[in-house]
């Protein structure tokens, strides 16, 4: 169990950068570890374990959504952290500062970690191949927004 505290918000940067990140959580230096050591272009979509249920990790290819399609499911997490990579195609994604949401679409759903908000993001952003965007539980957002197919990882980090 890790003691919650406020973190940054948002933060976004390439992958070769990754070891700057490594002490503002226990668990990142091992999640950017598994991303290098796992080749993650060659990887099956699907769910793996890096470390219990502390460190889990899914690779998605889907088809981009639609901005309207995305705000559906705009979203931020209580018990985890995500740390969303771009593999290849271009991905962009909408974001707001939760303590500025204020239109819950349902309340929080303990067991998938999610609550969703019908407000609209503040900004956009583009992530491409080995970019990647960390959220915390104070990050509101709404990933998969493009055109033709996305592959991505998502790494869910035990806060």
């Known amino acids: 169990m890790y003691i919650k505290i406020k973190l940054l918000e948002m933060i ?10 490594f002490s503002v959580h226990p668990l990142f230096r091992k999640a950017f570890e598994f991303v290098q050591d796992s080749r993650p272009e060659a990887m099956k979509p ?3 374990v890096i470390s219990g249920d502390d460190l889990n990790a899914s690779v998605t290819e889907k088809a981009g959504k639609t901005v309207e399609e995305s705000l559906e499911k705009f979203e931020c997490h209580d018990k985890h ?14 974001w707001r500062p939760r303590e500025s949401c204020s239109n819950k679409k349902e309340e929080y759903n303990s067991e998938k970690d999610v609550t969703f908000f019908k407000d609209t993001p503040d900004m956009f952003f583009q992530l491409t191949s080995n970019q990647f965007v960390i959220f915390f ?6 990933p998969m927004i493009g055109e033709g197919t996305i592959k991505k990882m998502v790494i ?3 806060v």
């Open 46 to 48: 699907g769910k793996y």
């Open 81 to 94: 952290i995500d740390i969303q990579i771009c593999i290849s195609g271009s991905e962009k994604i909408g």
């Open 137 to 142: 539980p104070e990050d509101v957002h709404a």
């Open 12 to 21: 976004i940067d390439t992958l070769s950068n990754a070891n700057k990140y």
């Open 156 to 158: 869910k980090v035990r």
